[in-house]
Structure formats: structure tokens, C-alpha cells
């Protein structure tokens, strides 16, 4: 089975292309074509900059794909596309395209919710592609520019919001943070980077909603505390915005990593896994990691690659093939009926 997964909800265009034979899984093509230079000076996203992108760069991205996996329409058996969340403009270039694939080439259109996408990119192994085993259930913590949640897993297709943001997203507090501190966009690589061997108690920062006794966060306090003592601070060197980076990026991992240790415990989970832009900080991979070991032990932790933690359609294609594998009937006239959902939830 090919499966071709297509990914437009932000600022990256992705195609994807994925072999599936028995539990092998093979990746034939797996193209994005980023924005984020684009947008560094603004930044953040425009969506009607990012819309126009995405319909200049899907179709040569898709040719450019279909070349490389050296395979033509007759070969796809099923199109996916993320229809949620997102940016409405964007979103709207991926669907009405997949639409149009799936009437003519007449191939069943599946849609995907981009979150899950995020938490199944974890299934999948290496440029090879091979399909990783998760033993459920799972608690998975996911981490964007748009979103941070932790969601129960019971298996491919099965998940269940146990807690979230009430306000800003913690990929999103990167961002602000960074432009409070005159970095650039976006702003968790930079952060992260800056933070590297920095004193991470040098700034004194709240932890948000961290004894609250729920799976919820908070990040805007977090990042108005920051901004509150950069005002202060009178010495705004580089020094001190390398501990500043530190000392915020510590509040952030403080939060998310024992709030995930405490969801996993109550839910009597078997796995954790990351996702999401933000999983591609190596303080929290590597924090969350240690906190596995020594307090959860059998638990088995999964993170994605570095490639799949951002967004990619490859994350696109698996999720697409397990809501198709066992019913694949029901998508053959779906591109009849597929709508935007900016809003969707899990
Ligand atoms: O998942 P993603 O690519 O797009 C959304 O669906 O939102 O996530 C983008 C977010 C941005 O806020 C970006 O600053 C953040 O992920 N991010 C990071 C890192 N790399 C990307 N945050 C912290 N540390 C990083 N290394
Ligand atoms: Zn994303």
C-alpha cells in the first residue's frame, strides 16, 4: 500500500510518501518546503503570506516527490490530508488540493488531525521508515507553537485529552520570549541554543499551575514574569540574555516534565511519548528521559526524530494509514463532504 500524506496547516508545506507492506514501512519521499526564513522578519507567521506559499510550492513539491519515489498516481492506493488545526488560509490550500487529487485520480481522501499526527510521528523509525512498537497504554505529551497537551492513548486510533493550555502554548511562550529578549523567530531553537551550559537559576521564575493537581498549564504569566524582569534588569548583555534563556527554558521543562511523570502515574501507562515542534528541545528530551528512568520504571520513553518534530507530512501519511487500514471504504467519496476544522480538537 502507498499512502501519499500532504501537510499545509502553518507555515511548512509537506509531502510525504509511504510504502506500507505488512508492518514494514518504507519512507519513499518525505519533502518540506519551509517558510520560516520568510517569516523571520516579521516575526511570526502571516497567514495570508503563508497561504499564497503553500499554493506557489504544493504541486512542484508533489512532482517532485512522486519523481523521487519514482512513482505514478496508479501506484497511490490513498491521499491524507491535515484538516485541523491550524491556520484557516493554509489549511484550506492542502484540502482543496487533496480534494481535487482524490476526485481525479479517484483514490479515497483521508483527513488528519495534525495533533495526532504529531504523536504518531513517533511510530515511525530513521529515514528507513521502519514502524516502531508502542506498548499502550500511553501517555503522550505534546508540545507546539499552537498547542500543549497531554493526551491518553489507548492505540493508533484511540486518544484522549487529560489536560491543556488555558492560555498561551509553550512553543508560542518561546516565541514571545524571544522577541522580548530581541532574539529572533522562531524562538526555541534560538532560546535553546543561547540556554547551552548557561545558569538556569540565575533569573527567578515562576512554575505555572505546577502543584495545581490537574494536567493543565499555563505559559503567559510565565512569560509577562519575564518580561517583568527584563525591564528591570539593567544589564541587558549577552550574558545576561543567555541566562535569562536558560532560566525561562528551566520553568518550561520544570512544568511539562512533572506534570507528564504525574499524568503517566495516574493513567498507568506502559509508554510516554513526545511531539510536537517543541519536542525538539534537547533539555526537555533529555530532562523528561532521566525523570523516566528514576521514577517510572518499565515505562518506555519514545521521542521522534529531530526531522519529524516539526511540522512534515510523513507524520501525515502514517496517521492517514491507520484510520484507512481497516475500513477503507469509508473515505472513497469524502472529498465530497472534507472541511477546514481551524479549531479541531482531539
Ligand atoms: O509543531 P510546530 O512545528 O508547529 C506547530 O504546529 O505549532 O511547532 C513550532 C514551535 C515554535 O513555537 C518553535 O519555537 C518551537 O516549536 N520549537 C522549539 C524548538 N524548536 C522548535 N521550542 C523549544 N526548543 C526548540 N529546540
Ligand atoms: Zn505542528
Not at 507555515?11 to 514501512?25: H, N, P, Y
Not at 484538516?83 to 488560509?89: D, K, N, V
Not at 503522550?140 to 485529552?161: I, Q
Not at 532574539?183 to 547551552?196: F, H, R, T, V
Request: with cysteine; glycine share 8%.
Amino acid at each position: 500500500m502507498l499512502i501519499l500524506g500532504i501537510e499545509s496547516s502553518c507555515d511548512e508545506t509537506g509531502v510525504a510518501l509511504l510504502e506500507i507492506k505488512g508492518d514494514k514501512f518504507r519512507v519513499l519521499a518525505n519533502l518540506v518546503s519551509s517558510q520560516v526564513n520568510i517569516f523571520k522578519k516579521y516575526g511570526g507567521v502571516v497567514p495570508e503570506i503563508a497561504a499564497r506559499k503553500h499554493l506557489d510550492n504544493l504541486l512542484p513539491l508533489l512532482e517532485k516527490a512522486m519523481v523521487k519515489a519514482k512513482v505514478s498516481p496508479k501506484d497511490i492506493e490513498a491521499i491524507g490530508v491535515v484538516y485541523g488545526p491550524g491556520l484557516i488560509t493554509s489549511l484550506i490550500v492542502g484540502i482543496e488540493t487533496a480534494k481535487t487529487l482524490s476526485l481525479v485520480w479517484q483514490k479515497p481522501l483521508i483527513p488528519v488531525d495534525h495533533m495526532k499526527a504529531h504523536i504518531l510521528a513517533n511510530l515511525v523509525e530513521g529515514e528507513s521508515g521502519s514502524l516502531v512498537k508502542i506498548k499502550y497504554p500511553a501517555m503522550c505529551l505534546v508540545v507546539s507553537g499552537g498547542h500543549t497537551m497531554l493526551v491518553s492513548m489507548k492505540d493508533e486510533n484511540n486518544f484522549k485529552t487529560v489536560g491543556q493550555t488555558r492560555d498561551d502554548a509553550v512553543g508560542e511562550a518561546f516565541d514571545k520570549v524571544a522577541k522580548i529578549l530581541g532574539l529572533g523567530y522562531p524562538g526555541g531553537p534560538i532560546i535553546s541554543e543561547k540556554a547551552e551550559n548557561a545558569d538556569k537559576e540565575f533569573y527567578k521564575l515562576p512554575r505555572p499551575m505546577i502543584n495545581s493537581g490537574d494536567f493543565d498549564f499555563s505559559f503567559s504569566g510565565l512569560k509577562t514574569a519575564v518580561k517583568n524582569e527584563w525591564e528591570w534588569e539593567q544589564f541587558k548583555d549577552k550574558e545576561n540574555v543567555r541566562k535569562m534563556c536558560a532560566s525561562f527554558q528551566q520553568a518550561c521543562v520544570d512544568v511539562l516534565v512533572k506534570k507528564t511523570i504525574e499524568a503517566a502515574k495516574k493513567y498507568g501507562v506502559k509508554s510516554i511519548l513526545l511531539g510536537g515542534g517543541v519536542a525538539a528541545n534537547k533539555e526537555l528530551r533529555k530532562q523528561l528521559a532521566e525523570k523516566i528512568d528514576l521514577e517510572l520504571k518499565g515505562v518506555k520513553f519514545f521521542q521522534p526524530e529531530l526531522n519529524m518534530t516539526t511540522d512534515n507530512a510523513l507524520m501525515v501519511a502514517i496517521s492517514a494509514y491507520f484510520e484507512y487500514k481497516d475500513k477503507p471504504k469509508n473515505f472513497y467519496e469524502a472529498w465530497k463532504t472534507i472541511k477546514v476544522e481551524p479549531n479541531l480538537e482531539l
